[in-house]
């Protein structure tokens, strides 16, 4: 059963750090591409950073410098470290997985879906 399932969200102050996890299973663990989208309230979800099977990765302009993508491969799980937390961060974040092409941050090219973990950063 093909499933994706996130961990590691909650509260923190801003200039502080998260680190989201995500637990890839049936044919998701061996997806080409996997990425980390966010959804703050009453906005559209947005791609943050993603990772190729071959190791590169892509990052949103808002988190370049702070944030991390990261697989390990061994036990299919995905991470996305978070430093230099603003508030302006707070969001739901999802884990998605989907092919090799284009394995870009447009969520349209993606399969698979986590439920999300919530990330509240306050000032």
């Known amino acids: 059963q093909e499933q994706l399932v996130e961990s590691g969200g909650g509260s923190v102050q801003a200039g502080g750090s998260l680190r989201l996890s995500c637990v890839a299973s049936g044919s998701t663990a061996s997806s080409a591409c996997m990425s980390w989208f966010r959804q703050a309230l009453g906005q559209e979800r947005e791609g943050v950073a993603r990772i190729r099977s071959d190791g590169t990765t892509t990052y949103a302009d808002s988190v370049k410098g702070r944030f991390t993508i990261s697989k390990d491969n061994a036990r299919n799980i995905l991470y996305l470290q978070m430093d230099s937390l603003k508030p302006e961060d707070t969001a739901m974040y999802y884990c998605?997985?989907?092919?090799?092409?284009?394995?870009?941050?447009?969520?349209?090219?993606?399969?698979?879906w986590g439920q999300g973990t919530q990330v509240t950063v306050s000032s």
């Open positions: 998605a997985a989907g092919p090799l092409f284009p394995c870009g941050l447009r969520r349209q090219t993606y399969n698979y």
